[in-house]
């Protein structure tokens, strides 16, 4: 699995699938496994290369959110202790998840050697500002709503890390799958968390690329806080060539058209 940047802690791996990202964070007693994904072979590589530099670590698995692909790699690791937000927890929606699992699997005939399954979350994380000590480290997380319920980023301040699940890619726009208030809201406390954590020198989605630059993070919170206040004033009107534009400061992929043009009918729906 390809490896996208390395440092004597941290580990990103990436996917063949969606550019998806997957990290390991080591401590001098701890392993923490985010977002293990997507396919067998990858998720083979990420145990295999957790076992051969942390063996006999405590394991903890921390999924940023519960989309089918961000937890698909949760049963190969039974004895790791789960870090999730508690709305991930008490998601109502599990069955559905589990069957979005099986129906890919289906779809490509892909076999697993471990159980498909959605992961019981051991440490549950429940406000803002909500702190979790492992192996030395310091991990602080803050919920963020707007993509899905149940979202959230991670700050370790020991290793000017931020992790931001489904927020803050430079390849897709903004997919909101939950609520577009809440998105603009994820986005303002984005910008507080820049700005609260002036030694952030490692921004990692969960899709594309990660970055170590500042200007480059506060550029992707612009971004995307353009894209959904233009939502926001007028969805009706956006189909033109102002937000292909804009669009195409993410990616000429055209699944990104697609993407915008299910945030239009999501958000006329609800207004």
């Known amino acids: 699995m390809k490896i996208q940047y390395q440092n004597n802690q941290i580990t990103v791996f990436e996917s063949a699938l969606y550019r998806t990202t997957s990290t390991v964070i080591g401590t001098k007693d701890s392993v923490i496994i985010v977002d293990p994904n997507w396919l067998p072979a990858e998720v083979e590589s990420i145990a295999t290369y957790v076992d051969v530099h942390y063996q006999n670590h405590r394991q903890y698995l921390l999924f940023t959110h519960s989309d089918y692909d961000h937890i698909i790699g949760y049963g190969k690791w039974p004895d790791a202790q789960v870090i999730a937000s508690e709305k991930m927890d008490k998601n109502p929606s599990k069955d559905t998840i589990i069957h979005q699992i099986r129906d890919f699997d289906n779809e490509y005939y892909i076999s697993r050697n471990y159980p498909v399954s959605y992961p019981s979350v051991d440490f549950a994380i429940y406000e803002d500002g909500q702190v979790l000590?492992?192996?030395?480290?310091?991990?602080?997380?803050?919920?963020?709503?707007?993509?899905?319920?149940?979202?959230?980023?991670?700050?370790?301040?020991?290793?000017?890390?931020?992790?931001?699940?489904?927020?803050?890619?430079?390849?897709?726009?903004?997919?909101?799958?939950?609520?577009?208030?809440?998105?603009?809201?994820?986005?303002?406390?984005?910008?507080?968390?820049?700005?609260?954590?002036?030694?952030?020198?490692?921004?990692?989605?969960?899709?594309?690329?990660?970055?170590?630059?500042?200007?480059?993070?506060?550029?992707?919170?612009?971004?995307?806080?353009?894209?959904?206040?233009?939502?926001?004033?007028?969805?009706?009107?956006?189909?033109?060539?102002?937000?292909?534009?804009?669009?195409?400061?993410?990616?000429?992929?055209?699944?990104?058209?697609?993407?915008?043009?299910?945030?239009?009918?999501?958000?006329?729906?609800?207004?």
């Not at 030395?136 to 899905?148: N, Y």
């Not at 969960?206 to 233009?230: A, K, P």
């Not at 033109?240 to 992929?253: F, L, P, Q, V, W």
């Open 133 to 271: 000590e492992i192996g030395g480290l310091k991990l602080i997380f803050f919920h963020a709503a707007g993509h899905v319920k149940d979202g959230i980023f991670i700050i370790i301040p020991q290793l000017k890390c931020w992790i931001a699940g489904d927020y803050l890619s430079n390849i897709e726009i903004p997919f909101v799958d939950d609520d577009l208030i809440e998105y603009l809201h994820t986005l303002r406390k984005a910008r507080a968390v820049l700005s609260d954590f002036p030694d952030i020198a490692l921004l990692i989605p969960g899709h594309g690329d990660h970055t170590c630059e500042r200007t480059e993070m506060q550029q992707r919170i612009e971004n995307d806080t353009e894209y959904i206040q233009l939502l926001h004033r007028n969805p009706s009107s956006l189909n033109g060539t102002d937000i292909e534009a804009h669009i195409r400061k993410y990616s000429d992929n055209p699944n990104m058209i697609k993407a915008h043009d299910a945030n239009v009918k999501k958000w006329l729906v609800k207004t």
